[in-house]
């Protein structure tokens, strides 16, 4: 008897403490909050991961995204046929690389050295002039701007402006000074025929700086004309209602059909249920897609190792997952008519000013040869939207929308033409205004003018940004 009693108990105690362990497990997932995650992800790869396996065939677009200052800047600007003459140069950028954006959740910090020191310093010598430079007309020039002229902090703030993103446009104005200004067809500006716009943030005034020293490195800061704006889309409300009925009702319908369009697909939800358990968050606290983005890009951008919770580490398909599903519902929304008329509106103020200082030009109303505008990822793709050629991929760090004047003197008379070009490539003949009508890459200037005068408000059945702003749908 004894013996069967032993022999019972052999088998009966291993499937008691197999029915506890579900009992809790299945108690521990009805008890946890709706929005946490409750599949744990695994990956190939090995945990942590670490700066290795970023550099690969599949992650290319890292490559284009981080946009490394130690590469070289490549593009068209300035490269023209015989017999053009270039008069003026409009640069709307976005802003170097920065730190992550702001969070009230602790997870999803990063700490970044935004001091220009040793490793960069040796790297790249370019910046040990600029440091002295900008230390030095910093001192003169403390009460002129509201920030100082270059980010020198041991720990990045919130979104501010690193070294890196230094370089970036130090090097874009390089590479439009040597574009421009080293050739015998235009004589450099001078102070008097610059104009700088920076929006309200530390990073663009940063940027500004930055480019400004790579294309003028002997400029006379004292005496630069720049004008901080309120609005990402550099709307000036001096001339416009920037925030009027219609665009507001527009951004808010592009925003729910976003939503819906980006909610609805598994990918998204296996994107959450990741990052949730990753980082110990609710549904309701999970960043949307372009803030996983910018998370993990911080890390990437900086060659930091991902952030990794036990076992479960951050990897490169959810990077490559959340960047793909980022840009195709980007291309989504694209060929929406109210995302259309959404970026016009946004950016048919800046346009007009942009037209209108090309012709006061050309009619001897002013001198401004060389305009630059230092702004967001958001303005860089409302921007690319409104003229035509935005594809759906994010706008890279430090990247760069350039608006040419020239004009070509014939026998009978003088022609004026424009050229548009995103991060150097020539994208003229993308513009709905233009197709059909370019002659060597170029588009007649009349063109231009004509769509920011009349054309762009033929779809809200108005005749200037005022009526279609207060037009109701």
Same mark, same amino acid.
């Given at each position: 008897?004894?013996?069967?009693?032993?022999?019972?108990?052999?088998?009966?105690?291993?499937?008691?403490?197999?029915? +506890?362990?579900?009992?809790?497990?299945?108690?521990?997932?009805?008890?946890?909050?709706?929005?946490?995650?409750?599949?744990?992800?695994?990956?190939?790869?090995?945990? =942590?991961?670490?700066?290795?396996? *970023?550099?690969?065939?599949?992650?290319?677009?890292?490559?284009?995204?981080?946009?490394?200052?130690?590469?070289?800047?490549?593009?068209?600007? +300035?490269? $023209?046929?015989?017999?053009?003459?270039?008069?003026?140069?409009?640069?709307?950028?976005?802003?170097?690389?920065?730190?992550?954006?702001?969070?009230?959740?602790?997870?999803?910090?990063?700490?970044?050295?935004?001091?220009?020191?040793?490793?960069?310093?040796?790297?790249?010598?370019?910046?040990?002039?600029?440091?002295?430079?900008?230390?030095?007309?910093?001192?003169?020039?403390?009460?002129?701007?509201?920030?100082?002229?270059?980010?020198?902090?041991?720990?990045?703030?919130?979104?501010?402006?690193?070294?890196?993103?230094?370089?970036?446009?130090?090097?874009?104005?390089?590479?439009?000074?040597?574009? *421009?200004?080293?050739?015998?067809?235009?004589?450099?500006?001078?102070?008097?025929?610059?104009?700088?716009?920076?929006?309200?943030?530390?990073?663009?005034?940063?940027?500004?700086?930055?480019?400004?020293? +790579?294309?003028? =490195?002997?400029?006379?800061?004292?005496?630069?004309?720049?004008?901080?704006?309120?609005?990402?889309?550099?709307?000036?409300?001096?001339?416009?209602?920037?925030?009027?009925?219609?665009?507001?009702?527009?951004?808010?319908?592009? $925003?729910?059909?976003?939503?819906?369009?980006?909610?609805?697909?598994?990918?998204?939800?296996?994107?959450?249920?990741?990052?949730?358990?990753?980082?110990?968050?609710?549904?309701?606290?999970?960043?949307?897609?372009?803030?996983?983005?910018?998370?993990?890009?911080?890390?990437?951008?900086?060659?930091?190792?991902?952030?990794?919770?036990?076992?479960?580490?951050?990897?490169?398909?959810?990077?490559?997952?959340?960047?793909?599903?980022?840009?195709?519902?980007?291309?989504?929304?694209?060929?929406?008519?109210?995302?259309?008329?959404?970026?016009?509106?946004?950016?048919?103020?800046?346009?007009?000013?942009?037209?209108?200082?090309?012709?006061?030009?050309?009619?001897?109303?002013?001198?401004?040869?060389?305009?630059?505008?230092?702004?967001?990822?958001?303005?860089?793709?409302?921007?690319?939207?409104?003229?035509?050629?935005?594809?759906?991929?994010?706008?890279?760090?430090?990247?760069?929308?350039?608006?040419?004047? *020239?004009?070509?003197?014939?026998?009978?008379?003088?022609?004026?033409?424009?050229?548009?070009?995103?991060?150097?490539?020539?994208?003229?003949? *993308?513009?709905?205004?233009?197709?059909?009508?370019?002659?060597?890459?170029?588009? =007649?200037?009349?063109?231009?003018?004509?769509?920011?005068?009349?054309?762009?408000?033929?779809?809200?059945?108005?005749?200037?940004?005022?009526?279609?702003?207060?037009?109701?749908?």
């Amino acid at each position: 008897m004894k013996s069967i009693t032993r022999i019972h108990w052999k088998l009966v105690l291993p499937l008691v403490l197999l029915a +506890g362990t579900v009992i809790l497990v299945f108690f521990s997932l009805w008890t946890k909050d709706p929005g946490m995650i409750s599949v744990p992800h695994r990956s190939n790869e090995s945990c =942590p991961v670490t700066p290795d396996h *970023y550099h690969g065939d599949d992650m290319k677009f890292v490559t284009s995204y981080c946009n490394s200052p130690f590469q070289p800047v490549t593009g068209e600007e +300035g490269n $023209v046929p015989p017999g053009y003459k270039l008069m003026s140069v409009h640069v709307v950028i976005r802003h170097g690389d920065r730190a992550p954006m702001p969070n009230k959740n602790p997870a999803f910090k990063l700490n970044l050295n935004c001091k220009i020191t040793g490793e960069i310093l040796n790297k790249a010598p370019v910046m040990r002039d600029y440091v002295a430079t900008m230390k030095q007309n910093g001192a003169k020039l403390q009460s002129k701007f509201q920030f100082g002229l270059f980010p020198d902090n041991v720990n990045c703030q919130t979104a501010q402006l690193t070294s890196l993103g230094t370089l970036q446009h130090i090097n874009n104005g390089a590479f439009l000074k040597q574009r *421009y200004n080293d050739k015998s067809t235009w004589t450099p500006p001078d102070a008097g025929e610059i104009l700088v716009f920076s929006t309200a943030r530390s990073r663009t005034f940063h940027s500004a700086m930055a480019f400004l020293y +790579g294309y003028l =490195p002997k400029f006379d800061f004292s005496a630069l004309k720049l004008k901080t704006e309120a609005d990402d889309m550099f709307c000036s409300t001096e001339q416009f209602e920037c925030l009027c009925p219609r665009m507001l009702r527009l951004r808010a319908a592009i $925003v729910r059909k976003y939503k819906a369009v980006v909610d609805a697909t598994k990918l998204k939800q296996d994107i959450d249920r990741q990052i949730g358990e990753l980082f110990h968050v609710g549904q309701t606290e999970i960043l949307p897609l372009k803030g996983i983005m910018d998370f993990a890009m911080a890390h990437i951008c900086h060659n930091k190792t991902l952030p990794r919770n036990g076992e479960i580490c951050m990897d490169t398909k959810l990077v490559k997952d959340t960047v793909n599903l980022l840009h195709e519902s980007e291309k989504t929304i694209l060929h929406m008519a109210d995302y259309q008329k959404l970026s016009r509106l946004q950016m048919l103020p800046l346009l007009i000013k942009i037209a209108g200082r090309m012709q006061e030009l050309l009619a001897g109303l002013n001198k401004v040869k060389f305009v630059l505008y230092s702004g967001h990822d958001t303005t860089v793709r409302a921007l690319a939207t409104a003229l035509g050629f935005f594809d759906g991929v994010w706008p890279p760090y430090a990247s760069r929308i350039v608006f040419e004047l *020239y004009s070509k003197t014939t026998n009978e008379a003088s022609l004026f033409y424009v050229r548009f070009l995103y991060n150097g490539k020539n994208v003229t003949h *993308y513009a709905t205004f233009c197709m059909g009508y370019t002659v060597d890459g170029f588009c =007649p200037l009349s063109h231009f003018v004509q769509f920011v005068q009349s054309d762009a408000f033929t779809d809200f059945k108005a005749t200037s940004y005022h009526e279609a702003c207060k037009t109701s749908f």
